[in-house]
T-cell receptor, first 112, second 112 residues
């Protein structure tokens, strides 16, 4: 069965410090990985997809198939990064018919 | 471009009752997925609708059912409500064959 694990329920870092949100997955096939973010009082929104290999709001994430990880990183945290972050996966090229499997989320707090 | 809209925003029901939640997909999207998010958890996939048919289903009992209409909007119906059905119900729309999903703000269901 597919599973996404986010080991940190809460992560607190100071403004300007590097941030790494951990995500590990188990999946028998070839997954597509995502990071979703939910800012206070806003809806869940897509932050980035591994297939795009893009940087959004300074965040990047690299898929490591050997370690089955998809950690989210940012070199210098900003206060507006404070939010709930969810790692998710679905079957690659499946068109999402299996739905997204989410982790439990990590609450990131950036302290001034 | 119109985003995903859900109604109602909040709902209170008693155990054993039935409930219908509604979702309008984002403009240009033809696929709708539903998720249940319990407090402190990540969203959990219920099912997906495409071409007015169920296209994929998560681990939810048959009392969770849905519909999709020709305009791609969708309903989630839950029969014989149980206390554990209390959660935030999220609708997400996408374009068939693409895995990126875009979420509504959700309906908060409380079962007393």
């Amino acid at each position: 069965a597919q599973r996404v694990t986010q080991p940190e329920k809460l992560l607190s870092v100071f403004k300007g410090a590097p941030v790494e949100l951990k995500c590990n997955y188990s999946y028998s096939g070839s997954p597509e990985l995502f990071w979703y973010v939910q800012y206070s009082r806003q809806r869940l929104q897509l932050l980035l997809r591994h297939i795009s290999r893009e940087s959004i709001k300074g965040f990047t994430a690299d898929l490591n198939k050997g370690e089955t990880s998809f950690h989210l990183k940012k070199p210098f945290a900003q206060e507006e990064d404070s939010a709930m972050y969810y790692c998710a996966l679905t079957q690659y090229s499946g068109g999402g018919a299996d739905g997204l499997t989410f982790g439990k989320g990590t609450h990131l707090i950036i302290q001034p | 471009e119109t985003g995903v809209t859900q109604s109602p925003t909040h709902l209170i029901k008693t155990r054993g009752q039935q409930v219908t939640l509604r979702c309008s997909s984002q403009s240009g999207h033809n696929t709708v997925s539903w998720y249940q998010q319990a407090l402190g958890q990540g969203p959990q996939f219920i099912f997906q609708y495409y071409r007015e048919e169920e296209n994929g289903r998560g681990n939810f009992p048959p009392r969770f059912s849905g519909l999709q209409f020709p305009n791609y909007s969708s309903e989630l119906n839950v029969n014989a409500l149980e206390l554990d059905d209390s959660a935030l119900y999220l609708c997400a729309s996408s374009v068939a064959g693409t895995p990126s999903q875009y979420f509504g703000a959700g309906t908060r269901l409380s079962v007393l």
